[in-house]
């Protein structure tokens, strides 16, 4: 069973950055797919950035250029790096993972608060 921790979120002012964490119970290379989602207030998950094997990597358009994921196999961590942060990013949070490509992702975390003030 796969287990997805996340952690990094707070609270940080328009224009700063973040880094979240997430961490999972097994190794990297038995998932295909790696996802950030968010949920603001009022709104629809969004996918935010998905990062697969061989690095390859898709962000939303909204993040495009602010966000970057990433992962360290070896500590079994996805990060997302947020730079340039806006008041509209922000959301819950969360961490995802597909065993395989496409559909809706088999596990989830349990979601970090981030929010941006203006």
């Known amino acids: 069973q796969v287990q997805l921790v996340e952690s990094g979120g707070g609270l940080v002012q328009a224009g700063g950055s973040l880094r979240l964490s997430c961490a999972v119970s097994?190794?990297?290379?038995?998932?295909?797919?790696m996802n950030w989602y968010r949920q603001a207030p009022g709104k629809q998950r969004e996918l935010v950035a998905i990062?697969?094997?061989?690095?390859?990597?898709v962000y939303a358009d909204s993040v495009k250029g602010r966000f970057t994921i990433s992962r360290d196999n070896a500590k079994n961590t996805v990060y997302l790096q947020m730079n340039s942060l806006k008041p509209d990013d922000t959301a819950v949070y969360y961490c995802?993972?597909?065993?395989?490509?496409?559909?809706?992702?088999?596990?989830w975390g349990q979601g970090t608060q981030v929010t941006v003030s203006s």
């Open positions: 990062i697969l094997r061989g690095d390859k990597t």
């Open positions: 097994g190794s990297l290379f038995s998932l295909d797919a």
């Open positions: 995802a993972a597909n065993r395989r490509f496409g559909g809706t992702p088999d596990y």
